[in-house]
């Protein structure tokens, strides 16, 4: 009977002390730095009927029973939300695709926690997309279609800037803000139409370009070879007046040559000195 109490005496030490160390576990919780805990009473609110919380971090203990530790990841969070289309001021219909990265803000956690009660995925596909879509919706009304397309980096910082401010009061900090801006059919036509009216028209341009450089390059070769004929034949000529001037001279020697009975005249004229003939007796 003995053995029998001292065994049941175990059985319960066992059980209490696993019973204490499952109360402990269920009191404590440990925060990471990559995480801020929300610490707060099941059953108690403020005066305004907003939630008592309070950030933590580290190891946490609390009463299971009245309180609760709720945990947020504070590094950044990136969101590929599907596309969806907004309307500019003169009805055309643009199909945006953004992609958010955020992060929140570790001071307002307790406050982000107290508006929301939900996770960050919860509050990704409702509060967020929300905000994008507004700002989209809101900012395109301002714009026409091709004021839109022709001024792309601008919309978008409009948009980021107004989704910032939206996020940033409720304790989120947009990180990156990206979006794909894709136009209606229609649009797109006209512009892949006028792209190529554009590369036309520049083509055109190029190979009249093209036409006049080769015109001017065929008239300055043509003025080179002119001037080289030019030149060619004025030595020619030089040569022929030349050669003309030296025959005659030559062909009236001959001439007189040819004319000549053998006899020197006396006098040659013009007061020149008479030849004299040394060898007449």
């Not at 059953?43 to 907003?50: D, K, M, S, V």
């Not at 590094?75 to 945006?96: G, H, L, S």
């Not at 004929?229 to 040819?258: F, M, W």
């Amino acid at each position: 009977m003995a053995n029998f109490t001292l065994k049941k005496s175990h059985v319960l030490a066992i059980a209490g002390t696993v019973l204490a160390i499952i109360l402990c576990l269920s009191c404590c919780t440990v925060v990471d730095s990559s995480e801020v805990g929300i610490k707060f009473k099941k059953f108690a609110l403020t005066e305004q009927g907003t939630l008592k919380a309070t950030p933590v971090s580290g190891w946490t203990f609390f009463n299971p029973i009245t309180t609760a530790v709720y945990t947020y990841p504070v590094y950044i969070q990136r969101v590929d939300y599907a596309p969806f289309t907004v309307t500019t001021k003169d009805a055309a219909i643009f199909e945006m695709d953004p992609v958010l990265a955020y992060q929140l803000n570790r001071d307002m956690a307790a406050k982000v926690f107290a508006t929301y009660r939900r996770p960050l995925q919860d509050i990704e596909a409702g509060y967020m997309r929300t905000c994008i879509y507004d700002a989209y919706r809101i900012v395109a009304n301002g714009y026409t279609s091709d004021e839109l397309m022709g001024s792309r980096a601008k919309f978008e910082a409009e948009v980021r800037a107004m989704l910032e401010k939206s996020m940033n009061d409720e304790g989120f900090i947009v990180k990156e803000f990206t979006s794909q801006i894709t136009p209606p059919e229609s649009l797109r036509k006209m512009i892949d139409e006028k792209n190529a009216a554009i590369q036309s028209a520049l083509r055109a341009e190029n190979q009249v370009k093209e036409a006049e450089a080769n015109a001017k390059i065929a008239i300055a070769k043509a003025e080179g070879e002119a001037a080289a004929l030019k030149i060619k034949a004025d030595g020619e000529a030089y040569y022929n007046r030349t050669v003309a001037a030296s025959l005659n001279e030559l062909l009236v020697r001959q001439d007189a040559i040819q004319k000549w009975d053998g006899v020197l005249p006396t006098y040659n004229g013009g007061g020149a000195i008479p030849f004299i003939d040394i060898n007449k007796k």
